[in-house]
């Protein structure tokens, strides 16, 4: 199925963050003709960047592609459940569709703490899909954190 196979490049676009030393979360944006307009990991270190997460870049990106701040007709595949600054992002972005992968009870602002889309303030929401791949996004963040603490 279709949406798998996106997250399957989300994946990919975290395990390239871990092999940078980033925390390993992947993002790809996809147009209404379900092509990847923007891919995008987690950049926050290289960039010294606190707001480098691999959901702000690619949302970055698609609108420099689409020329234009909103993203309509677009879903987000993102591996690990987006923190508040990113929800906003996306409802700002008018993103159609939200897929994640693991839910992250630490910061995720979807689900769990900030709930920014269950906010009357918000302007935009999307249709939201949780646990897309998820075991295997939160495996990827548990070998992660698991080699950090040995090095
Ligand atoms: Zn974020």
Redesign the pocket.
Request: glycine share 0%.
């Given at each position: 199925m279709a949406f798998t196979s996106y997250m399957s490049a989300a994946l990919e676009q975290a395990r390239a963050a871990a092999l940078r030393g980033e925390v390993p979360v992947g993002a790809v944006i996809v147009g209404p003709q379900g092509q990847i307009v923007a891919a995008a990991g987690n950049r926050t270190r290289e960039l010294n960047d606190p707001t480098a997460?691999a959901?702000?870049l690619a949302i970055r990106a698609a609108c420099d592609a689409v020329g234009s701040e909103r993203l309509g007709g677009h879903a987000l595949y993102v591996t690990l459940e987006?923190?508040a600054?990113?929800a906003g992002a996306i409802a700002a972005a008018r993103i159609a569709r939200l897929y994640y992968g693991a839910s992250d009870p630490k910061s995720g602002g979807v689900a769990q703490g900030a709930r920014v889309f269950s906010h009357p303030q918000c302007h935009h929401v999307p249709e939201v899909y949780d646990d897309i791949a998820g075991q295997e996004a939160q495996a990827m963040l548990t070998d992660f954190f698991a080699g950090k603490r040995k090095g």
């Open positions: 997460h959901e702000m987006p923190c600054m990113c």
